[in-house]
């Protein structure tokens, strides 16, 4: 592994916890603001349906910017770029809170994606780089928890601030978490870059991030903006095309932004697809479960927040036995189970009612945030364990850009689901809107349970290659 660099132990300690705490940071501002989007109209003097374009400058921002990020981290070291996220995302968030104006919170918010947009792949290459692959799994499983609480405390932390103080707050509260995060980047991220200097590949960066911007808006349209069907196919149609273009250029040039010879590698392909067709499923539960509890159950924001603490719980029980069951199983064998087991639990999901036991309820929401914890893990490592330190940025990079994809995917997908079941059920009364919710797990977890033929494709040898390979360099 030629740019891998022995870590002192203080550094290899506190490492993962400086990338963590950028997951978070990411994960809580992606949910957090939803909450408080009427408020903010309110104060802003604007009509609530335009707020939608302070959730859009943000998430086109990423999904434009991604596809860079691992040249970006290559061509000037993993360090000063780490430290120049968390930087531009904590002055994004400040700008923010200071905003007196629409305008100025859709330019501030595009600050802020310009640092998310560099966090989570740079955080990830990081880890890629530093550790050797039979800690991959360890590590991958610790960061990614971060990112699993944020949608879920985000809702009700966000609720809570708009309640009792002010709107400002959802983005005053990365400033603290901002000034650590770049002190420790500082300290403790090593300076790691790729092996040799190549071109930036800038028409297939104009081709690929228009693509990833139309997909990305379609998805949304689908689902929060309500756009009609034909400018959805449209967009859709000009994003597809954008992405067979890039495709198609990438076979014959050198050095694209990713190169299709990543496919080659089995455990990449099949992990980079399972994850843009499992986390449909794992994308549409955050969306979801807060929803039943608020809308169709009655809950309170505080009581609904409560019932998702054993949810985070078992996600984080779930990530320090990732690693035993994967060496002990098999990536194919985890993973194939896990996915239909997750299907399995979305569908069950359907069947909660006002007369469902609330310790019921509770151990259905604990094993459903293991199941998704393992889930996150196992398909994170899978798709970069057989990658080597040259493919690992471009690589890295295109995972990122499929989780966010497909994030965008699962939450359109269940909110066009709910909407259309609501709107066949009618306004009779909270059993049709529960009913609607029935449905819309129902499908979503049909939908979640398919992609475990995707993992079936995974030889039972797949991963433990390079773990026992490096085992036996250590020892």
Known sequence: MPNRVPLDAKTARWLPWVVAIAFFMQSLDGTILNTALPAMARDLAENPLRMQGVVIAYMLTVALLIPASGWVADRFGTKKIFFGAIMLFTLGSLLCALSSSLTMLVGARVIQGLGGALMLPVGRLVVLRAYPRSELVRIMGFITIPGLLGPLLGPTMGGWMVQYLTWHWIFLINLPVGMVGCYAVWKLIPDLRGSE????????????????VLITIAMEGLGELHLPHLRVMLLLFGGLACLAAYWLRAGHIDNPLFSPVLFKTRTFAVGILGNLFARLGSGALPFLVPLLLQVALGYSPSEAGMSMLPLAAAAMFAKSIARTLIERLGYRVVLTGNTLFLGIMLASMGLVSEHTPYPLL???????????SLQFTA????TLIDLDDAQASSGNSLLSVVAQLSLSLGVACAGALLGGFTAEAGNDGVESVLGAFQLTFLTVGIMAMLAAAIFLQL???DGKRVVSREHDIEH
């Open 459 to 461: 030889s039972p040898t």
């Open 197 to 212: 200097r190549t071109r930036f590949d800038s028409v297939g960066f104009l081709l690929f991030g228009a693509a990833m």
């Open 379 to 382: 398909m994170n490592t899978v």
């Open 362 to 372: 509770l151990c259905m929401l604990a094993i459903l945030g293991a199941i998704n």
